[in-house]
Each structure stands twice: as C-alpha cells, then as structure tokens.
C-alpha cells in the first residue's frame, strides 16, 4: 500500500504527517507493506527542510532531526499512490487541478472530524497542529490496518 500526505509547501503539515505515520509502520513491523511520503502542491518550498518552528515541535516529542527536502508530487506517485491525504480544501483544489478529481483523495481528518488541518505557517500554531495530525494519523493507521 502506498500512502502521500500532501500540503502546499510540504514543509510543515505533510512532512508531520509522514513522520508519524512512518513511526506507526515501523512500530507495527509493516515496513514492507505499507510505504509512506509526504509532498508539496506548490513549488515553493522546493528543496526547502521543515520549517524550524515545526521541526522543534518534532524534536520536543521525540523525532529524529532528520533532513527533509521538500517536493512537489508528481504524476507518476500521483498514478501508483493508493491514497493521498490532504489537509484542506486549497490542497484538495490544487490536487485536482494538477490531475483532475479522483477517489484517491481524502481529507487527512475524514475518520475523525472531517475538520481541515489549518497551516501553521499563517496561524504560528505548531503543537496544536502537530496533535491534530497526530490524532488524524493514528486513526487512517487503525482504519488501515484493518
């Protein structure tokens, strides 16, 4: 199975999101079932590592300082992900526009509020966007794995 968490510039919500969500892989031993990556619907941030702010809540919960380089996805992982998780409608309206309206895609809090994921780059609210997507990520891997 193969999983994209997108945001705009995947260098704060998505790069999270994959953390987490490789953590969890990892801990359940599924590292050759389940394969995970996060990326960009701008080209922004191309290249770019998680934005320090963010990359310090990772730190304060206990995630390697790891460097990340940010990416935009591509067709080709658009065609061969099997489900690609966004964090809200902007990203949601630039997936589509990229490759038009598919069932691939899916609001990252579906399975537990069905409520956006705001940017913490606007709203300088890293922890608690750090434990919603905790929470969103930890619910797709029970759902998941079932």
């Not at 941030?45 to 935009?72: C, T, W």
């Not at 598919?102 to 990252?108: E, R």
């Not at 409520?115 to 998941?144: C, G, H, L, M, S």
Request: overall charge negative.
């Amino acid at each position: 199975m193969n999983i994209i968490f997108i945001c705009h510039g995947n260098i704060c919500r998505s790069p999270v999101a994959e953390i987490i969500f490789s953590d969890l892989i990892k801990n359940a031993h599924l590292e050759n079932e389940i394969f995970v990556s996060s990326r960009a619907t701008s080209l922004e941030e191309i290249g770019n590592d998680i934005y320090p702010p963010m990359k310090r809540v990772l730190s304060n919960h206990g995630y390697i300082d790891e460097h990340h380089y940010a990416q935009r996805i591509s067709k080709q992982e658009f065609e061969s992900a099997d489900y690609i998780y966004y964090m809200d409608k902007n990203n949601l309206y630039y997936l589509e526009r990229l490759f038009g309206p598919s069932d691939k895609f899916h609001l990252i809090t579906e399975f537990l509020d069905n409520v956006e994921i705001e940017d913490p780059w606007y709203t300088d609210r890293f922890e608690f966007v750090y434990q919603r997507i905790k929470k969103a990520v930890e619910v797709i891997f029970q759902n998941i794995k079932k």
